[in-house]
């Protein structure tokens, strides 16, 4: 079990968690649920290193598991092509485990499209097949990364996440009312988050 002992973060006088206690599995994919404000996305941000902490208890987790936060915004090089990304990603990334031709998240006509012109669900796509194929990452902390998705796209991204989760923890803020993943954390107030398996 990976464990925080406490987690404080606020912004400003807006406290977002006090004293937190967070339990993760060692691997698995865990659905981080709870209302609209109540710090998912914050959290994956501190465990990624995206916002900066003064939590010794944030920073001593940092430095012992390599994680990762990836959301539809982090493409940034929008002049680019998606082969041209995809190749310029390519010397950190595995080859794809997930399923090829009509299973696999990225079409191949989306391969000479600027990444700037992708829609949100393309956005999506590209940004998974980076995110579950990057390589020596013991976390890998997800935003909405259903989001954009039609039904057919979802069901391809949910199995290749679970895959992924077979070898590392994946961590998934979500507002989805499905139950796909392996385990749920429910942030129930600032100091009171609970992991269960699914179903539980």
């Known amino acids: 079990m990976t464990s925080l002992a406490r987690v404080d973060h606020a912004y400003g006088s807006h406290i977002i968690f006090e004293g937190a206690s967070i339990d993760f599995p060692d691997r698995g994919v865990v659905a981080l649920r709870g209302p609209n404000g109540c710090g998912k996305t914050t959290l994956l941000k501190l465990l990624g290193g995206v916002i900066s902490s003064s939590s010794k208890e944030v920073e001593r987790w940092r430095q012992d598991f390599r994680a990762v936060y990836l959301d539809a915004d982090f493409l940034t090089l929008d002049y680019l092509t998606v082969e041209e990304q995809l190749s310029m990603v390519r010397p950190l990334t595995n080859p794809p485990n997930f399923p090829k031709g009509e299973g696999c998240l990225l079409a191949g006509h989306m391969m000479p499209a600027k990444v700037g012109a992708l829609s949100l ?67 129930r107030s600032r100091d009171a988050l609970e992991l269960s398996p699914t179903g539980v």
Request: proline share 1%; aromatic share 2%.
């Open 121 to 187: 669900g393309q956005r999506q796509r590209l940004v998974l097949s980076v995110a579950l194929t990057l390589k020596n990452v013991d976390v890998l902390l997800l935003d909405e990364p259903l989001n954009g998705l039609d039904q057919h796209a979802a069901l391809i991204a949910r199995k290749s996440i679970l895959s992924a989760g077979k070898s590392r923890l994946v961590l998934v803020a979500t507002h989805e009312d499905e139950r796909w993943t392996d385990y749920e954390l429910v942030i």
